[in-house]
């Protein structure tokens, strides 16, 4: 049985303020399931002094080179040295902005499983290609090159479905669709390797609220949920956490 993890992404917003506020509320009622949060870089060091090991602390972001010249970067090593135990990669946002490609991003995860990092691989269709019914084909293409490149260390991703149409927008997919795509990705996972395909957690993300986590976290290979909008509000969050049991 995959234990269900709610994972917060809270992009480029917060304050320290906001990292006191969120985290507090976070550590005194801890959730049932497991919880990683993704503050941006600078409140990273904050964020861990207050969850004092309760809930995991990730990065939104690494560098895809272990250390250089590279202005501006941070490294997977100082993320590890920072007490940080997961990050992000691949995220919709990432690969449309700053066009980052499955190679790159394989790399990333390399980098981060160098250092013991957890990584959180995101991936999901755009609306065209949803409508071009292009939908399977873009995951299966999303995780054929980290898949192959890993092997083995597979086994220690979390993938995060992240349908780019749903992200930020309020319009969720349907539990229906959701499952759907879930499904599809846990048969790629199965087409390296049967275990794989049972370890692996799988993740919805886009617009999941308080509201709509339920039904959401009900589907058999829903694995929990990456938030990005509504785990800014901490009741909202801890809502949301309440749904995966
Ligand atoms: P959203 O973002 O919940 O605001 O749609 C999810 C994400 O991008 O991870």
Same mark, same amino acid.
């Given at each position: 049985m995959r234990r269900k993890l709610v994972a917060a992404n809270w992009k480029m917003h917060g304050s320290r303020a906001l990292t006191e506020q969120l985290l507090s509320a976070l550590a005194a009622r801890p959730p049932s399931c497991e919880v990683a949060v993704f503050p941006p870089f600078p409140y990273l060091a904050q964020a861990l002094a207050l969850a004092e090991g309760r809930l995991d602390i990730g990065a939104q972001d690494l560098s895809a080179h272990a250390q250089g010249a590279y202005t501006g970067e941070v490294s997977a090593a100082m993320l590890a040295d920072l007490g940080v135990r997961r990050v992000l990669a691949g995220h919709s946002e990432r690969r449309q902005y700053h066009h980052e490609d499955d190679l790159l991003i394989t790399a990333k995860l390399e980098r981060a499983f160098e250092q013991g990092l957890m990584p959180i691989l995101c991936v999901g269709e755009t609306l065209q290609q949803r409508e071009h019914g292009t939908t399977e084909a873009t995951l299966a293409a999303q995780l054929a090159t980290p898949l192959r490149v890993l092997g083995e260390r597979s086994a220690l991703l979390t993938i995060a479905y992240e349908p780019v149409w749903a992200i930020g927008t309020g319009c969720t997919a349907t539990a229906a669709q959701v499952q759907a795509a879930h499904a599809f990705i846990r048969s790629q996972l199965a087409a390296r390797d049967a275990k794989l395909s049972k370890l692996i957690r799988v993740l919805y993300g886009g617009s999941v609220k308080a509201a709509n986590a339920p039904e959401l976290f009900a589907q058999? @290979?829903? @694995?929990g949920g990456l938030v990005g909008? =509504? =785990?800014? @509000?901490a009741n909202e969050f801890l809502a949301i956490c309440a749904a995966a049991r």
């Open positions: 058999p @290979d829903v @694995d909008g =509504a =785990a800014l @509000d």
